[in-house]
């Protein structure tokens, strides 16, 4: 486990400098701002993971501990990404889902920002930078991980 803990850990510290878009592969998105008007509606945090394509600290995010039933939505836009009985513990220090709500929320891009091959996580509405997926979830559902950043999303608990 150590060893796939490291390799991980390198991968988004090296990753933390990576621009937040390639401008050959530039998309537009139906919630589409500048990056004065992501900065003024951001956090510093949040403006760095989601538009510089920055990783928070592991272990950082109130998320991690959040069991109770309700949705994952992107910070920016407000896209609804996860569901809390999607999530589970890897042990990484992000927080972890299996899968998204519905494919069309989330878009997936090739990513060599860590000197390796990754497969991106972006919001499908805002392009905002979320984490990255892994092939190493669980067995028993989709062998998915999306390991995504606490501070690119909000959490919305169901009505009671």
Request: net charge positive; hydrophobic share 30%.
């Amino acid at each position: 486990m150590k060893p796939i803990f490291f390799a991980i850990f390198s991968f988004l510290i090296l990753s933390c400098n990576g621009n937040a878009q390639d401008s050959k592969t530039q998309k537009i998105y139906p919630v589409s701002k500048t990056e004065a008007e992501w900065k003024a509606e951001l956090s510093p945090a949040a403006y760095h993971v989601l538009r510089e394509k920055g990783t928070e600290r592991a272990f950082s995010s109130r998320l991690n501990r959040i069991e109770e039933p309700g949705i994952f939505v992107c910070a920016a836009c407000g896209n609804e990404l996860y569901k809390t009985q999607h999530k589970f513990e890897s042990g990484t220090g992000w927080p972890s889902f299996d899968r998204p709500i519905n494919e069309a929320n989330v878009d997936y891009r090739p990513d060599r920002t860590g000197g390796f091959p990754a497969t991106e996580v972006v919001c499908a509405q805002c392009g905002g930078h979320l984490g990255h997926v892994f092939n190493d979830g669980p067995k028993k559902t989709t062998g998915k991980r999306h390991c995504i950043n606490g501070v690119a999303m909000d959490f919305v608990p169901y009505s009671q």
